[in-house]
């Protein structure tokens, strides 16, 4: 049976904690209107008579916190009598935790503290919620007050958690600055809460709340709206505002972060796969789509938590995807903004589809765009100097091409300097494999299709690293012939190189660039070795070639080719001794006609077996195991592609 403390140990305790929120500061001020005058389950603390909390090291034995009573022989001059200081030679310049306990069936609190720094380096200090073995960050301050006293405060809503729940302060020192911390006020809040999410407010410094920017010169003003812009606001939590949008069920409202109770965040819950639709005006050549977003799942992959998705009645594609536009991986609210050319279709349609689980979304901000763009005409009559290119303007991911794997391919800059392969590039489209698992087909990144009716070429430079052999292939839509246009097998040692290729075919075609074993046939599965495999593929275009290429069959005319001597200009004179002398020979030149009718009825029927047999040679020639293209030589440029058949690629 568990023993009870004495009555004498309770009324003791009970003074400790009272004498610890009556005495306050007397500059200190409530940190909002909604907070109430109850401390009822929230250890608060003057630190006059004692450190009312508990400290959890972890890593050392011994105590970091240290308590200072009346000031003396601390690091910092006094504020209001005690406090307590976190010792850098104790903690080694690690975070150490401080923990009381909340009691169940809070809802809101509110908290405001003083803190100080020794030195001139400023120092860390969070407020954390502990929710079982979880934490989560309530409230942040990087202090750097150089032996003054500052304060700071914050609100916040409390989960629904029947377990235990802790609130932790956590600081750090430095060997220039010591952290000190005096009058930790906790108490009860009135604010309106649903009772789901840690809703603290103000935002961290890393959730900063982004307006809609109005000073991108690819957009137009606000006033030009090209499709439904939300915001989300709502008065409830079951009933959001989704200004027109189509939208799947269960999304949920969300509370905004300051403290008024209101609703302006979208929420996918549980499942993935949920939608947001909305029409766009047929007049719009292109658009601008700005979102403001956050995910929970701090392990989620920031680079795919939506896509948007531009549908015609003909078609479907993958406009633009989310990015992680400053290499971090926090769950902080993130801003994306999307650029780019629609397809010249009536009924179009706009469409966010999540493609994870715990999506929220602030706000969706639309705008046409002053974004120059090629309109297709209805035939092709006028051929675009610059087909196809990557990188370019449009902000969609992977400039529009589709990887396969998806997961196996990314988008690399110098940007994110620390996520680079290979240097010299500022763009490139990167393939990665760490040799572990091998793939059930090749690697690919293909193009959409396009349509030509000129001589173009393809331009591209690559960097491969690892054992593979690489091909770029032409898909012929129509005829759905496969044709290979180069190939190579080699390591560039992290040197890019650049290639041309002329494409000298005309219709409807799509590119892929492919990523394959040597070992295998083309067609099969990627077999990677132990050290892995890196290739990069950068400035690609596909364009008008600069010089007239020769059709097929047509043969190819250089200068050392011998030319044709000039016959003789036959003159008046020589003509008329000419027909004087056919003339005189009369019928001798019957004779000879018929003998040479003759010799030349024997002579057409040698040229009519010799073609036969000559096209007999060809057919067997061009069957399918004398139309492969030797790639011995990886630098040879083809006049004529070379066609591959019965090859499934699986996109």
Same mark, same amino acid.
């Given at each position: 049976?568990?023993?009870?403390?004495?009555?004498?140990?309770?009324?003791?305790? $009970?003074?400790?904690?009272?004498?610890?929120?009556?005495?306050?500061?007397?500059?200190?001020?409530?940190?909002?209107?909604?907070?109430?005058?109850?401390?009822?389950?929230?250890?608060?603390?003057?630190?006059?008579?004692?450190?009312?909390?508990?400290?959890?090291?972890?890593?050392?034995?011994?105590?970091?916190?240290?308590?200072?009573? *009346?000031?003396?022989?601390?690091?910092?001059?006094?504020?209001?009598?005690? $406090?307590? $200081?976190?010792?850098?030679?104790?903690?080694?310049?690690?975070?150490?935790?401080?923990?009381?306990?909340?009691?169940s069936g809070k809802t809101a609190m509110c908290g405001v503290f003083w803190y100080a720094t020794s030195g001139p380096a400023s120092a860390p200090i969070t407020i954390l919620l502990k929710d079982g073995a979880e934490y989560t960050v309530m409230h942040e301050v990087l202090a750097d007050t150089n032996g003054t006293w500052q304060s700071s405060n914050f609100s916040c809503c409390l989960p629904n958690v029947n377990g235990k729940r802790s609130f932790i302060i956590e600081g750090t020192s430095n060997n220039e600055s010591v952290v000190a911390i005096d009058y930790m006020d906790l108490r009860g809040s009135d604010m309106q809460c649903d009772n789901e999410d840690l809703v603290c407010y103000p935002r961290l410094p890393s959730m900063l709340s982004f307006e809609p920017e109005e000073d991108d010169p690819t957009c137009s003003g606000k006033e030009d709206i090209a499709a439904n812009s939300c915001d989300f606001?709502? #008065?409830?939590?079951?009933?959001?505002?989704?200004?027109?949008?189509?939208?799947?069920?269960?999304?949920?409202?969300?509370?905004?972060?300051?403290?008024?109770?209101?609703?302006?965040?979208?929420?996918?819950?549980? #499942?993935?796969?949920?939608?947001?639709?909305?029409?766009?005006?047929?007049?719009?050549?292109?658009?601008?789509?700005?979102?403001?977003? =956050?995910?929970?799942?701090?392990?989620?992959?920031?680079?795919?938590?939506?896509?948007?998705?531009?549908?015609? =009645?003909?078609?479907?594609?993958?406009?633009?995807?989310?990015?992680?536009?400053?290499?971090?991986?926090?769950?902080?609210?993130?801003?994306?903004?999307?650029?780019?050319?629609?397809?010249?279709?009536?009924?179009? #349609?706009?469409?966010?589809?999540?493609?994870?689980k715990g999506l929220?979304?602030?706000?969706?901000?639309?705008?046409?765009?002053?974004?120059?763009?090629?309109?297709?005409?209805?035939?092709?009559?006028?051929?675009?100097? /610059?087909?196809?290119?990557?990188?370019?303007s449009s902000s969609s991911s992977f400039c529009g091409l589709t990887p396969w794997p998806k997961d196996a391919w990314e988008e690399r800059s110098t940007r994110n300097t620390a996520w680079r392969v290979f240097p010299g590039a500022e763009y490139y489209i990167l393939f990665s494999s760490d040799g572990e698992e091998n793939l059930d087909s090749p690697a690919s990144l293909s193009t959409g299709i396009f349509e030509t009716n000129a001589n173009t070429v393809l331009t591209f430079s690559y960097n491969c690293q690892g054992n593979a052999d690489l091909q770029v292939l032409l898909i012929d839509v129509d005829e759905q012939i496969t044709?290979?246009?180069?190939?190579? *097998?080699?390591?560039? *040692?992290?040197?890019?190189?650049?290639?041309? /290729?002329?494409? *000298?075919?005309?219709?409807?075609?799509?590119?892929?660039?492919?990523?394959?074993?040597?070992?295998?046939n083309p067609g099969l599965s990627l077999d990677l070795d132990d050290e892995g495999l890196y290739v990069g593929f950068t400035d690609i275009a596909i364009k008008l070639a600069d010089v007239?290429?020769?059709?097929?069959?047509?043969?190819?005319?250089?200068?050392?080719?011998?030319?044709?001597?000039?016959?003789?200009?036959?003159?008046?004179?020589?003509?008329?001794?000419?027909?004087?002398?056919?003339?005189?020979?009369?019928?001798?030149?019957?004779?000879g006609t018929i003998v040479g009718s003759i010799f030349g009825v024997f002579i057409g029927l040698a040229v009519i077996a010799g073609a036969v047999w000559w096209f007999y040679l060809r057919r067997v020639n061009s069957s399918p195991e004398g139309r492969y293209l030797d790639t011995s030589d990886s630098k040879s440029s083809l006049s004529q592609p070379h066609a591959i058949e019965n090859v499934v690629y699986t996109p």
């Open positions: 049976m568990m023993k009870l403390p004495s009555l004498g140990k309770v009324r003791l305790l $009970y003074m400790i904690v009272v004498c610890t929120v009556i005495f306050a500061p007397s500059s200190s001020t409530d940190p909002d209107p909604q907070c109430t005058d109850s401390y009822a389950g929230f250890v608060a603390c003057n630190f006059n008579n004692q450190n009312c909390y508990k400290e959890n090291s972890g890593w050392f034995q011994g105590k970091a916190w240290k308590y200072v009573k *009346n000031g003396k022989n601390g690091p910092v001059e006094p504020h209001e009598g005690g $406090y307590i $200081y976190l010792d850098y030679e104790k903690s080694q310049g690690k975070p150490v935790r401080l923990e009381a306990s909340i009691s606001d709502s #008065e409830g939590k079951s009933d959001p505002d989704f200004c027109g949008w189509q939208h799947s069920s269960l999304w949920e409202a969300r509370q905004k972060y300051d403290g008024s109770g209101k609703y302006d965040i979208l929420f996918a819950p549980v #499942e993935d796969d949920y939608f947001l639709k909305s029409n766009i005006s047929d007049d719009i050549e292109a658009l601008c789509v700005e979102i403001e977003f =956050a995910i929970e799942d701090i392990g989620a992959d920031l680079r795919n938590l939506f896509s948007l998705i531009i549908h015609t =009645a003909n078609e479907s594609i993958v406009w633009g995807q989310s990015y992680n536009y400053d290499g971090r991986d926090r769950t902080e609210w993130k801003r994306n903004s999307l650029v780019g050319c629609l397809p010249n279709e009536p009924d179009r #349609e706009i469409e966010l589809r999540s493609n994870t929220k979304i602030d706000y969706i901000h639309m705008r046409s765009s002053y974004k120059a763009c090629i309109v297709d005409p209805p035939a092709l009559d006028v051929q675009p100097e /610059v087909i196809f290119s990557c990188p370019s044709h290979q246009l180069w190939s190579t *097998n080699e390591e560039t *040692n992290s040197e890019w190189r650049y290639e041309q /290729v002329p494409i *000298n075919m005309k219709g409807r075609f799509q590119l892929r660039f492919q990523i394959t074993s040597p070992d295998l007239n290429f020769p059709d097929e069959d047509t043969p190819i005319i250089t200068e050392d080719d011998e030319k044709e001597p000039e016959q003789k200009k036959e003159s008046p004179k020589d003509k008329k001794e000419t027909q004087n002398k056919a003339a005189s020979s009369g019928g001798s030149s019957n004779t």
